[in-house]
């Protein structure tokens, strides 16, 4: 039988935490669940005694800091051995497996040349919770800038947000999708190395699977797969969004240098200073990160 581990990463989450490790029995059908690794970020509630009492083969492995999402995963597939294992799922807390859902997950994987599996994902209420990427452009930058990327995403191939629900009906291969809930393959876990920690939140799965895909490795979206997603706060959170725009520019003007960088760059600021004169807090936030570094996040809450 093929064997999944497990990694959730925490940081005060014991209110949604219960819920995800309840569902793995569940969603795990049809494979072995060898192991659950909840990451813990020196959370300050009841997520380590939650993890604890779960009636699964949990390992709790303390980070000992709020260290970011990319740190914690790092430390929980540290605590695993690779070789007895044919998949990593990456979790976050605020997810639920519906049944079934790993199996479809593990057989994309077997093809040759994808890395990374990511599933159907859906909000609490059933409907669609868009999760899928495409590549990050400047063009794409200046269409989300001008229209929204809700729209953009619905226009052909016009955004990086993929909206179109019909895009979610087959799988098929993407540049990037939301890090909530990724499986991995242990082959390329070792080829593409640690997740990059200096992002803390955001943007770091799309560098994972951006670096992933210059070794040749697919982001495959396995509809079969369906997990609930609660969803997490960077459309509400004035810190968090700014945190989020932040870092995407940051990962392009890394990926592609100077010139691109800051055309990248202007896109996005036009953007957020549209919504921004509109009232939009987040957007505000944003803005004020983006021309003035020294507002930027550095360090998450500890």
């Given at each position: 039988m093929r064997r999944v581990a497990?990694?959730?990463v925490t940081y005060n989450s014991a209110d949604v935490l219960e819920?995800?490790?309840g569902s793995l029995r569940a969603g795990a059908e049809g494979v072995e669940l060898a192991e659950v690794v909840v990451a813990d970020n020196a959370s300050k509630d009841a997520s380590t005694a939650v993890a604890a009492r779960a009636g699964l083969p949990v390992t709790v492995v303390q980070v000992g800091r709020n260290a970011g999402y990319a740190a914690a995963i790092n430390a929980g597939i540290a605590a695993l051995d690779l070789d007895r294992l044919d998949g990593v799922y990456v979790l976050n807390p605020d997810c639920r497996l519906h049944g079934g859902a790993v199996a479809p997950l593990l057989d994309a994987l077997r093809e040759p040349g994808r890395g990374i599996v990511v599933p159907y994902m859906v909000n609490p209420d059933g409907t669609l919770q868009p999760s899928l990427r495409r590549t990050p452009t400047v063009g794409r930058a200046v269409v989300e800038a001008v229209i929204g990327g809700g729209l953009a995403g619905r226009l052909g191939t016009l955004g990086e947000l993929v909206t179109d629900p019909r895009d979610y009906a087959r799988p098929g291969a993407f540049a990037w999708a939301t890090g909530a809930a990724m499986l991995l393959s242990p082959r390329l876990i070792r080829e593409v190395g640690p997740w990059d920690e200096s992002f803390l939140l955001y943007s770091e799965e799309t560098d994972y699977c951006l670096r992933a895909a210059d070794l040749g490795w697919a982001t495959w979206y396995e509809p079969a797969s369906v997990i609930e997603h609660i969803g997490g706060d960077s459309g509400v959170n004035p810190m968090l969004a700014s945190m989020l725009v932040v870092n995407k520019v940051r990962l392009y003007r890394r990926r592609h240098g100077p010139v691109a960088g800051t055309a990248y760059y202007l896109a996005v600021l036009?953007?957020?200073?549209?919504?921004?004169?509109?009232?939009r807090r987040t957007s505000r936030a944003s803005v004020a990160a983006l021309v003035r570094p020294s507002l930027r996040t550095t360090a998450l809450p500890q």
């Open positions: 497990v990694v959730i819920g995800c490790l036009a953007g957020e200073a549209v919504r921004a004169l509109a009232g």
